[in-house]
């Protein structure tokens, strides 16, 4: 219990320092943007797949290259009428060739791949953002959290030691028990615990949060005492299911991964089609071969090259084939995967839903045990109720008062799980829930 305590405040030190992170969910949620390492990774994926447009585009482009060769040779040249000659001399050859394709059907395919190849990349960017949104805004509640039951074990352990303490001034004034002193210290003894294990929870929360966002967290931002769960808006699961149907990005990914794989079919059958480029060629060349000693050629030319593939020992229609059975795994993936998400926006409706009214009913929960709890000891005080009633009061209150934080934050998150298997989750949604917190006091 001492070493997590001086690991707290140890933890507090750090935070405590400069160049801590501001308060506010948008502070850290732009902080995540530029430091989460994951994110970072996501960003640089997403360039690497806009580079896809280039690449096809590059098919349909001339290509211009330039050759050049150098080399020494020896040698003798005998006939029978005359003594041998030596034939020593110097091969030159340069060469610049331009080729412009002017009919490639599989170039053509490879263009419009490379658009669908960028889009995707797109896509998957679009649902990997999410998912740290939604991953920052866990962590940050988290962290809350955290601090809460820290804050209510505390509570706890007071109220326990305070209850340990009459016991004992009761057992003294012969009123008490030895039970009754034995059951305060075992409830004060197991809120120890549970504050030990909240400062660990706690620890751990700030330290995934301050990975994410790259620095230490300062105090953050708690929610208002005033806190109502907002009301979702659409309010009908059928048009949560029509904003996923259109904006998922699990669902765009998939749909453009099938359309990339029927791209495919027609990019591999292209390969029995003829090709037509321009060929233009200017070369340079000086004692080319023995016949040509002591001269210097210049050779310029322009002209088409077809060529027209006959058989390739049915390469081209086993590929073909294989590209067929693919795209229709892409098809059944698809189908898998908007299952899925349908099913996912399902859930964390009825999750929004539920929670709402879990709040509701906690929020009544810890009035009643406030309630009940001051009943219980004044009962104590006129003899009709015992400390273990009181014991039981006070732990129900506290037990309400952390699944009531639980549940609040619970909310918050499924609401923006629920944006995000919609398709509809923005950095304005991570400012709205920011309404319903304040800088803490």
């Not at 160049?19 to 989460?36: F, K, T």
């Not at 962590?139 to 009459?166: C, D, K, N, V, W």
Request: aromatic share 6%.
């Amino acid at each position: 219990m001492r070493c997590s305590l001086q690991a707290l405040a140890a933890a507090t030190l750090v935070l405590s320092s400069t160049g801590v992170l501001a308060g506010g969910l948008l502070d850290a949620y732009l902080a995540a943007r530029a430091n989460d390492p994951t994110f970072r990774a996501a960003r640089y994926e997403r360039e690497a797949g806009q580079q896809a447009i280039a690449i096809g585009r590059s098919s349909l482009l001339p290509v211009v290259a330039i050759s050049a060769s150098y080399s020494k040779n020896r040698g003798e040249r005998q006939s029978t009428t005359s003594t041998p000659d030596d034939l020593d001399y110097a091969d030159k050859q340069a060469a610049l060739t331009l080729r412009q394709p002017l009919f490639n059907y599989e170039a053509f395919v490879r263009k419009q791949q490379g658009g669908v190849q960028a889009a995707y990349s797109d896509a998957v960017f679009d649902r990997k953002e999410g998912e740290m949104t939604v991953k920052l805004a866990a962590a940050y509640f988290e962290a809350l959290f955290s601090g809460e039951r820290l804050t209510l074990a505390e509570a706890e352990i007071t109220a326990y030691e305070a209850q340990r303490e009459l016991a004992q001034r009761r057992r003294k004034g012969g009123e008490g028990t030895v039970t009754e002193v034995a059951e305060a210290e075992s409830r004060m003894q197991l809120a120890r615990a549970g504050r030990a294990d909240a400062a660990d929870r706690l620890l751990v929360a700030t330290h995934a949060l301050a990975v994410m966002t790259g620095k230490p967290s300062g105090r953050l931002w708690v929610l208002r005492p005033d806190f109502v769960p907002p009301v979702l808006q659409p309010a009908r699961i059928e048009e949560w299911l029509a904003l996923a149907e259109d904006n998922s990005p699990e669902l765009r990914a998939r749909r453009k991964a099938f359309e990339l794989a029927g791209l495919d079919i027609e990019r591999i059958r292209a390969g029995h089609l003829p090709q037509l480029d321009l060929v233009a060629r200017a070369s340079r060349s000086e004692n080319e071969t023995i016949s040509t000693l002591n001269q210097r050629t210049r050779i310029n030319s322009l002209g088409v090259q077809l060529n027209i593939p006959v058989y390739a020992g049915g390469r081209v229609s086993a590929l073909a084939e294989q590209a067929v059975a693919n795209r229709e795994r892409t098809r059944a993936e698809l189908e898998a995967v908007t299952t899925e998400v349908q099913l996912e926006v399902r859930r964390q409706f009825l999750a929004a839903v539920t929670g709402i009214d879990r709040i509701g009913a906690y929020q009544k929960a810890v009035e009643a045990s406030r309630v009940a709890s001051e009943g219980t000891k004044r009962g104590m005080a006129a003899g009709i109720r015992t400390n273990t009633d009181v014991l039981d009061a006070e732990r129900q209150m506290f037990v309400a008062q952390r699944d009531l934080a639980q549940a609040r934050y619970e909310f918050l998150v499924g609401s923006l799980r629920l944006k995000l298997a919609a398709g509809v989750l923005a950095e304005k949604d991570i400012a709205e829930i920011e309404k319903l917190l304040r800088p803490d006091e």
